[in-house]
C-alpha cells in the first residue's frame, strides 16, 4: 500500500504560481478544475517569495522541482535573467508569465498575451462592438502594460499611449508609443476609444487614486481593467455609469491558465468553452 502510493505521488506533475503577495490568487481553483476535467494527476500550490529572497538558492531549488509554473507581479521582468530561452512572443514584450522545464532548462512563454487577446476579442464579439483601432491608451508601464502594447499592436491599433508617472524613464522601453503622464491623460482620452487599465489601481488591497478617477470617459468605446478583485473596479463603475462597455480581467485570467496548461502538457484545448466552463465554477 505504501509503494503504490509512493508510486502514485511520483506520477503526480507539479506547477505553481511565483510571485510576492498571493493570498488573493485564484490560480490554484483554476488549474484544480482544469485538472479535474481532464482526469490529470496534478499539483498546484503558491510560492509566495519576498523580494529579499528572490533568486536564493531556496527559492530556485523548490521551483527546479515543479514541471512548470506561472510568474506573477513583480517577478514577471527580474526572472528573465534566470531562464534558458525565451519565446519570441515573450522576447517582444520583455516579461514572462509562464515557465516550462524541459531536460533541467527553463523556458520562459507569456500566456497573458493569448488571453488579453482572447478575452478582449470575445467581449467585443459577446458585446456586437467594433472599436475604430485608431488610438488606444494604456494605464502603466509594467510588465502587464507590455504585454498588452504588443498585443494591442498586434490587433492593428495605429496609436498606442502608454501613461505613466514616469514618462523618461518608461521611453526606452515603449519606443513605438506616445508616453505621457497622468496630467495628460484626459486630453489623450478625448481622441481615443479604449482604455486599457494595467495598474494596480481598482484592485481590492489597493487604495483608490486620483489619477484614474478623474479620467473622461465619455469618448471610449470599450475599457478594459485587468484587475478582476472586486469584479467590478471604480474604474468600470464609472464606465458602467456612463452606459460605456467594459470588463474585468477574469476571463483573461483563465484564458491564460489554459494556455499554460498547453505549453505545459504540450496539448491543444477548446480554450473557449473550457474557459466558459470554469468561469461557471470560479
Excluded at 65 to 87: A, C, M, Q, R
Excluded at 113 to 132: C, M, V
Excluded at 203 to 213: A, D, M, P, R, V
Aim: proline share 3%.
Amino acid at each position: 500500500m505504501h509503494k503504490k502510493q509512493s508510486e502514485k505521488n511520483l506520477n503526480v506533475e507539479r506547477f505553481g504560481l511565483l510571485g510576492e503577495t498571493l493570498t488573493y490568487s485564484k490560480s490554484p481553483q483554476i488549474h484544480q478544475i482544469f485538472y479535474n476535467m481532464h482526469h490529470l494527476e496534478a499539483d498546484y500550490k503558491l510560492y509566495e517569495v519576498s523580494k529579499d529572497d528572490f533568486g536564493t538558492e531556496k527559492m530556485l531549488s523548490e521551483l527546479r522541482l515543479l514541471s512548470g509554473f506561472n510568474v506573477t507581479i513583480p517577478y514577471k521582468e527580474v526572472i528573465i535573467p534566470y531562464l534558458d530561452e525565451i519565446d519570441p512572443v515573450a522576447k517582444r514584450i520583455g516579461a514572462v508569465n509562464t515557465v516550462k522545464q524541459i531536460n533541467n532548462r527553463w523556458i520562459g512563454y507569456n500566456t497573458d498575451y493569448y488571453g488579453f487577446i482572447a478575452s478582449f476579442e470575445a467581449e467585443l464579439q459577446k458585446l456586437k462592438l467594433e472599436t475604430h483601432k485608431s488610438r488606444a491608451i494604456v494605464l502603466g508601464s509594467g510588465g502587464a502594460a507590455k504585454m498588452v502594447v504588443v498585443a494591442l499592436e498586434d490587433l492593428g491599433y495605429n496609436e498606442i499611449v502608454v501613461v505613466s508617472r514616469n514618462v523618461s524613464k518608461i521611453e526606452p522601453f515603449f519606443p513605438n508609443c506616445r508616453c505621457v503622464d497622468y496630467v495628460w491623460l484626459n486630453q489623450m482620452v478625448l481622441s481615443s476609444d479604449v482604455l486599457v487599465n494595467c495598474t494596480p489601481i481598482g484592485h481590492k488591497s489597493i487604495q483608490s487614486s486620483e489619477l484614474i478617477g478623474n479620467t473622461t470617459l465619455e469618448s471610449q468605446t470599450f475599457v478594459f481593467d485587468l484587475n478582476y478583485s472586486p469584479l467590478m473596479t471604480e474604474l468600470l463603475i464609472r464606465a458602467n455609469a456612463l452606459n460605456v462597455p467594459g470588463c474585468n480581467g477574469l476571463f483573461m485570467l483563465v484564458a491564460q491558465a489554459l494556455k499554460a496548461e498547453e505549453i505545459w502538457y504540450d496539448q491543444k484545448y477548446d480554450l473557449k468553452s473550457i474557459t466558459k466552463s470554469i468561469l461557471e465554477q470560479i
